[in-house]
Every structure is written in structure tokens, then in C-alpha cells.
């Protein structure tokens, strides 16, 4: 069954530096999402990605944030200057195959980034 | 603010059938019920949704009451790997619009 898959699985830096999380979503699918997950805390919302543009972006996706589909698989989110609190689970979906009626988003297993 | 409403956590006998409710008072007439697990810290799973019939799939049946304020969720023979936090999400099923996760249902099998 095709699935969303994330690498790397565990992402350490240090506050400052620049991080790329990548991503490869279901091969058909169309939309393609951001989300994060600060430890004990709700699943929250990024961004959303189609056409090779942003869709939508939530209040925390600020100019530090940026989406890129760089080849006709990957699907990366950059971190220009991590910070203490990007500390979080950040995982990746992806939906829109063009065949259901509603577009159900199917997420990767996540990377857990730690900013030290 | 998430649109839905569900307690924080449940119990589940190991093989009995697990209901899980969730009030969405404010659903709009276009929007659907979306269920969602995470097993730990695992990406959230997607289980069913529905926008006004009952449905049915592998892994659950989906209960949505005639006025659509509310649903439930049931996994008809739990097991202990279904040990998880649910999300019932309301979303207008359309290609851009991210998922408003709350904060779910703990529901814990047991042996």
C-alpha cells in the first residue's frame, strides 16, 4: 500500500542553523502538507502545498518557514534559523489523488527535530 | 480552536466493541466527520469519514447522528493495538484546507 515517507527519522541541531526536513508523498497525490507536533501538545497545521505553490499557511508558518518541491517526488520544508521552540515532531501528508470525492490526507511517520 | 468536542480519555475491554463520541455542534452542512489515531508519537492514522450516512470500512464504522451534531466511532473487536489517541476532525474534505486537530481521546485496552 503506497505510503508518505519522511526522512530522517530524528533530526538534531544547533539554534541558529539551518535545517531541510524532506518528504516523498504518495505518487499520485496532488496536495501536500505540513504539520507539527510540539511533545504533549495538539497536531497543529502548517501549510499546504499544490501546483508548485503555497495553498495555505497557518499563523505559525512565518518567513523562517519555506515549502519547496524541488523534483517530481520530494517535498521539503526549511527552517532557515532554528530556534529552541522548533523543537517538535513534524510530519508530512499528502491527499488529492483526483479519484475520491473528498481529499483525504495520509501522513508519513514523522521527524522528531531537536534544537539544542 | 478545534470545532469538536470529546472526552479526554476511555477504557475498552480487550475484544469488546470501543464507542468513541464526539460533539460537532457547529458543523456546517458541506463538512464532513474525519477520524484520525496516533499510536505514541506516530503520524496520525487515518481511519473513516463521513459527511451524513453511516459508513463502514476494515478498520471502523462511523455513527452520525440525523442532525449531524454529533458521531461516534466504533472499533468492533478492540485490541490492545488499538491502544491510541482518536481525532474526530471536521473539514471541509477540500485539497488545501489543513486538518484542526483537538487534543482527542486517550483510549486504553485492556487485557
Known amino acids: 500500500e503506497p505510503e508518505v515517507t519522511q526522512t530522517p527519522s530524528h533530526q538534531v541541531t544547533q539554534m541558529g542553523q539551518e535545517v531541510i526536513l524532506r518528504c516523498v508523498p504518495i505518487?499520485?497525490?496532488?496536495?501536500f502538507y505540513w504539520y507539527r507536533q510540539i511533545l504533549g501538545q495538539k497536531v497543529e497545521f502548517l501549510v499546504s502545498?499544490?501546483?508548485?505553490?503555497?495553498?495555505?499557511k497557518s499563523e505559525i508558518f512565518d518567513d523562517q518557514f519555506s515549502v519547496e518541491r524541488p523534483d517530481g517526488s520530494n517535498f521539503t520544508l526549511k527552517i532557515r534559523s532554528t530556534k529552541l521552540e522548533d523543537s517538535a515532531m513534524y510530519f508530512c501528508?499528502?491527499?488529492?489523488?483526483?479519484?475520491?470525492?473528498?481529499?483525504?490526507?495520509?501522513f508519513g511517520p514523522g521527524t522528531r527535530l531537536t534544537v539544542l | 480552536d478545534a470545532k469538536t468536542t470529546q472526552p479526554p480519555s476511555m477504557d475498552c475491554a480487550e475484544g469488546r466493541a470501543a464507542n468513541l463520541p464526539c460533539n460537532h455542534s457547529?458543523?456546517?452542512?458541506?463538512?464532513?466527520v474525519y477520524w484520525y489515531r496516533q499510536i505514541h508519537s506516530q503520524g496520525p492514522q487515518y481511519i473513516i469519514h463521513?459527511?451524513?450516512n453511516n459508513e463502514t470500512n476494515e478498520m471502523a464504522s462511523l455513527i452520525i447522528t440525523e442532525d449531524r451534531k454529533s458521531s461516534t466511532l466504533i472499533l468492533p473487536h478492540a485490541t490492545l493495538r488499538d491502544t491510541a489517541v482518536y481525532y474526530c476532525?471536521?473539514?471541509?474534505?477540500?485539497?488545501?484546507?489543513?486538518?484542526?486537530f483537538g487534543k482527542g481521546t486517550h483510549l486504553i485496552i485492556q487485557p
Open positions: 501528508a499528502s491527499s488529492g489523488a483526483g479519484t475520491e470525492i473528498t481529499d483525504t490526507q495520509y
Open positions: 476532525i471536521v473539514n471541509l474534505g477540500g485539497g488545501a484546507d489543513g486538518l484542526t
Open positions: 502545498f499544490y501546483n508548485n505553490e503555497i495553498s495555505e
Open positions: 505518487s499520485n497525490h496532488l496536495y
Open positions: 463521513g459527511l451524513k
Open positions: 457547529t458543523i456546517s452542512g458541506n463538512e464532513y
